[in-house]
């Protein structure tokens, strides 16, 4: 049943690209039901197959290493994505540095030493925003049993777990997700210390702390840091920290220094050929075809805006 | 039903380990119910729910930067573990490099530039050890569903999926895991370039390639090396690349060089408290227990060799 709801969402998604590709005569034989790559189904898909990342959801964090790029999820941590905002309008990472990276695990940045800088008109605290309700939240299912949740899928482009049930969504730990570190009180987070997942999802960490976005680019800056020796990871000398030279939302960036970036979007008939592609890999090295594949396996493409207005 | 199980057996676990702590006069109030944490667990353990990872069944890889530790799988990958001895025994990877370092993906070394480096009395190539008869094999089921295999568990602290009704069991690429990279045939690999995982569980690459240990100690040296450049993450520069000073079995090196290590055992009542406290994390700071842990976030741990000669 499964297999064959695949095939045929596979057929569809196929023939649609086929149609994108040359609009071939009705008597012609029907296109070729060879499985596609992911690098073929990228290559077929159209302008129309990306959205633009907007500058006002995005955030610059200037390494000395290069640009780290992360997309904000107000549409998941309203309050958080905007006190994050508000920090990096006064400057507030400018000059702090990532203090903690744990193996596996996370790397982190922002206040440390226990040291309190001002946040301006930004808040220090902010309820916790674990989930949502799933009523209105665009869900494209990945169709795949799931160790974790009752269902997993994704909702622009972010990986999402949802309790029908209960009625509740909430965003997937996946590599490259991007979290507020917060203390024991679940109301003691607040976005002046953020994280990324630079290892295997821990999924224990879903519901559990507020996820605001998901690093777009540049994600090996912080992956391929010196891991800390301290507890949790902690860099034991301030030396080894790597600092922060500026954190900015792109929209105050001069338009000529700036990354755009396209996504590649997740509510298409040929993203369900992208995720057939990894569910079942048909490059020639690949021989046994895994059938399935995990919620954070399926890392959505983002490239360089070629220039061209989507059509959506 | 599974609820049930789960406490039980965690009751048990708790009760046996709280009898090793202080043999408690039968009066006594029955020993806390309060679940234990990971920490906990371990502290709780006992010199005989550690094995010693056998030298002859260990390999030290010397990087510039310290010692990277792998256990071998002979269980698994018996043909591919002799010929990565005999490989090691000769100095093969003495002077090669880590070449490509993929980012979420993995580090790999050895053989690189297409240069074929003499193998003496091993071999270039050796056939497939991607499954092996799931018969005889110790097995200890994790009991969670997963996205990719009909069961998973451990055997002997290696992560295990196995497919009963075909009677196969195959490792799992988790974080860590060391595989004999390939070319598209089967067989075209051998051990001359091997490769570690360093992010997400690439799960796809089950019984794909074959996975012959994992490195239980320095995988942050692996982890968080540049990533390369080039495609597939090789580095584009030969003096980018991080050259292996060794690559011993453990076992050939003086006593006084080795770093003598135990790894907690998979088929203890106490590891059903430490999977229970993956599982469902008490620490303060976790208020919504995950309910299910993932194959892959349950690391086993390893330690420096107490001295004590463990019972069993």
């Known amino acids: 049943m499964r297999t064959l709801r695949r095939l045929m969402a596979m057929v569809v998604a196929t023939a649609c690209v086929s149609a994108a590709r040359a609009a071939a005569p009705e008597t012609e034989q029907p296109p070729t039901k060879k499985p596609m790559t992911t690098a073929e189904v990228l290559a077929a898909s159209t302008p129309a197959d990306w ?80 989930e949502r309700t799933s009523r209105g939240l665009p869900f494209v299912p990945l169709g795949e049993p799931d160790t974790y949740a009752p269902e997993v899928g994704f909702s622009d482009g972010f990986p999402v777990a949802l309790d029908p049930k209960l009625g509740r969504a909430w965003l997937i730990h996946c590599y490259g997700m991007v979290g507020a570190a917060r203390d024991n009180d679940v109301d003691s987070g607040g976005g002046t210390e953020l994280y990324a997942v630079i290892g295997q999802a821990p999924r224990h960490l879903d519901r559990n702390v507020t996820l605001l976005g998901r690093v777009v680019q540049g994600m090996e800056l912080l992956s391929s840091l010196p891991r800390g020796t301290g507890t949790l990871g902690f860099y034991e000398k301030p030396e080894q920290r790597m600092p922060i030279l500026s954190f900015k939302v792109a929209s105050e960036v001069p338009e000529s220094q700036r990354t755009p970036l396209e996504e590649f979007r997740t509510d298409t008939q040929i993203f369900t050929s992208y995720v057939e592609a990894r569910r079942n890999r048909h490059e020639e090295w690949f021989k046994v075809p895994a059938g399935h594949v995990d919620i954070c396996n399926v890392p959505i493409p983002v490239r360089r805006h070629t220039g061209v207005t989507p059509a959506h």
């Open 51 to 130: 959205r633009t990342i907007e500058p006002q959801n995005t955030i610059y964090m200037e390494l000395p290493t290069g640009r780290v790029i992360i997309e904000l999820a107000p549409q998941f941590a309203p309050h958080y994505v905007a006190n994050v905002t508000a920090l990096a309008q006064q400057g507030y990472f400018n000059g702090l540095w990532v203090e903690r990276v744990q193996d596996n695990y996370v790397a982190q940045w922002g206040e440390s030493d226990g040291k309190k800088k001002p946040v301006g008109n930004a808040q220090r605290k902010v309820a916790a925003e674990f």
